[in-house]
């Protein structure tokens, strides 16, 4: 063979070679269906500023592949996959992502990690810390006056202008799940706040042990100031999350199916461990019995947050659970409808 001849052949496979290393059919070969990128539990998403857009899913520049495949392979099982020729959505939210739960593959993405006031949508933080330090939710707890000094919603009053039941007051004693309840229904910021006090002993411990958790799910877009979310008047700015953050949050809730039965619950009531106050509990997601296969559901309002909203719900076929998060979102009981369907009608799990 003359060596014009080999070299040929050795460059014409070199190209066969090459180009089967870049296309799909690898990423098929070692189990990644249409070039999905995963996120996973401790892996930092980058800024906007390096975001690009591949086959409908965020993709990052200065992130190695390698790391994003391998870090997201670990016993995924089906992830979700863009089904062809479907465009991006946009929602008018000043943020908003969503995300497959178990897999952690980003099927919506608008400036997810832009850094912002969320409002209640903290108190999923603290749910989770109420559940994991929480031994025995038929505990007493009495409530401080510390946790009855914060304004907004709070038990017996759906706002800070108006009162429809009884308030809880100084030194009544509940049961520890009835605070959870009152938190996640009625996102009531005096509840939040006597768990975060029951639990660490005042609430600024209790912020460093959220935050502290935060930083154990490698979450780098989230300082805590309270467990209710109410932002510290001069210290705003140092009240932030990402919607990215939280949703990796209530994706991490889901371990914990005591917060997700709590928020399924439409209404009801609890009374004070002697019986003698009864105060009532009213679900703020509007979308509980509305939106097909929904899980539950969080608001969020505070005037520099602006309205925000964090759905959990399943695809249609009820296998594949997924997270959905709007913030500052003035149509967001709309826009997540929107949102939802969308996700239904654009991915399928292979």
Same mark, same amino acid.
């Given at each position: 063979?003359?060596?014009?001849?080999?070299?040929?052949?050795?460059?014409? @496979?070199?190209?066969?070679?090459?180009?089967?290393?870049?296309?799909? +059919?690898?990423?098929?070969?070692?189990?990644?269906?249409?070039?999905?990128?995963?996120?996973?539990? !401790?892996?930092?998403?980058?800024?906007?500023?390096?975001?690009?857009?591949?086959?409908?899913?965020? %993709?990052?520049?200065?992130?190695?592949?390698? =790391? /994003?495949?391998? +870090?997201?392979?670990?016993?995924?099982?089906?992830?979700?996959?863009? $089904?062809?020729?479907?465009? =991006?959505?946009?929602?008018?939210?000043?943020?908003?992502?969503?995300?497959?739960?178990?897999?952690?593959?980003?099927?919506?993405?608008?400036?997810?990690?832009?850094?912002?006031?969320?409002?209640?949508?903290?108190?999923?933080?603290? +749910?989770? &810390? %109420?559940?994991?330090?929480?031994?025995?939710?038929? %505990?007493?707890?009495?409530?401080?006056?510390? %946790?009855?000094?914060? *304004?907004?919603?709070?038990?017996?009053?759906?706002?800070?202008? @108006?009162?429809?039941?009884?308030?809880?007051?100084?030194?009544?004693?509940?049961?520890?799940?009835?605070?959870?309840?009152?938190?996640?229904?009625?996102?009531?910021?005096? +509840?939040?706040?006597?768990?975060?006090?029951?639990?660490?002993?005042?609430? =600024?411990? @209790?912020?460093?042990?959220?935050?502290?958790?935060?930083?154990?799910?490698?979450?780098?877009?989230?300082?805590?100031?309270?467990?209710?979310?109410?932002?510290?008047?001069?210290?705003?700015?140092?009240?932030?999350?990402?919607?990215? *953050?939280?949703?990796? /949050?209530?994706?991490?809730?889901?371990?914990? *199916?005591?917060?997700?039965?709590?928020? !399924?619950?439409?209404?009801?009531?609890? @009374?004070?461990? =002697?019986?003698?106050?009864?105060?009532?509990?009213?679900?703020?997601?509007?979308?509980?019995?509305?939106?097909?296969?929904? &899980?539950?559901? $969080?608001?969020?309002?505070?005037?520099?947050?602006?309205?925000?909203?964090?759905?959990?719900?399943?695809?249609?076929?009820?296998?594949?659970?997924?997270?959905?998060?709007?913030?500052?979102?003035?149509?967001?009981?709309?826009?997540?409808?929107?949102?939802?369907?969308?996700?239904?009608?654009?991915?399928?799990?292979?």
């Amino acid at each position: 063979m003359s060596k014009t001849k080999f070299f040929f052949i050795f460059f014409i @496979f070199f190209l066969l070679f090459f180009g089967f290393f870049k296309s799909n +059919a690898f990423f098929s070969a070692i189990g990644v269906k249409n070039s999905v990128v995963l996120i996973s539990g !401790k892996q930092e998403v980058l800024g906007e500023e390096n975001e690009k857009k591949q086959d409908g899913n965020v %993709a990052y520049d200065n992130q190695s592949t390698q =790391d /994003i495949f391998s +870090a997201g392979l670990k016993n995924v099982g089906l992830v979700p996959v863009r $089904k062809k020729n479907i465009s =991006d959505f946009r929602v008018w939210a000043g943020s908003s992502v969503a995300i497959d739960v178990s897999s952690g593959t980003i099927l919506h993405y608008d400036n997810g990690r832009k850094q912002t006031q969320i409002a209640s949508l903290t108190k999923m933080m603290t +749910a989770i &810390l %109420a559940v994991e330090n929480i031994k025995d939710f038929n %505990a007493e707890v009495t409530i401080p006056k510390e %946790a009855l000094q914060v *304004d907004g919603t709070v038990v017996g009053c759906p706002t800070s202008v @108006f009162c429809n039941g009884n308030r809880m007051f100084i030194g009544e004693k509940v049961h520890a799940i009835d605070l959870l309840r009152a938190m996640l229904l009625n996102s009531a910021n005096d +509840a939040a706040t006597a768990l975060g006090i029951y639990i660490a002993g005042s609430k =600024d411990k @209790f912020v460093d042990i959220m935050n502290q958790r935060a930083r154990d799910l490698g979450l780098v877009d989230t300082h805590f100031c309270t467990p209710s979310g109410l932002e510290i008047d001069g210290r705003e700015n140092e009240c932030y999350s990402s919607a990215y *953050d939280i949703a990796r /949050i209530a994706s991490e809730s889901m371990k914990y *199916d005591l917060i997700w039965n709590t928020m !399924k619950i439409p209404e009801g009531q609890f @009374f004070s461990t =002697d019986g003698k106050r009864m105060h009532l509990l009213k679900n703020t997601d509007l979308l509980l019995d509305n939106v097909p296969n929904c &899980l539950g559901g $969080k608001t969020g309002f505070t005037p520099l947050a602006g309205k925000s909203l964090m759905l959990g719900a399943t695809d249609l076929s009820g296998k594949h659970k997924m997270i959905f998060v709007l913030l500052n979102d003035e149509k967001r009981w709309e826009d997540m409808r929107l949102l939802v369907n969308w996700v239904d009608a654009s991915y399928e799990w292979k």
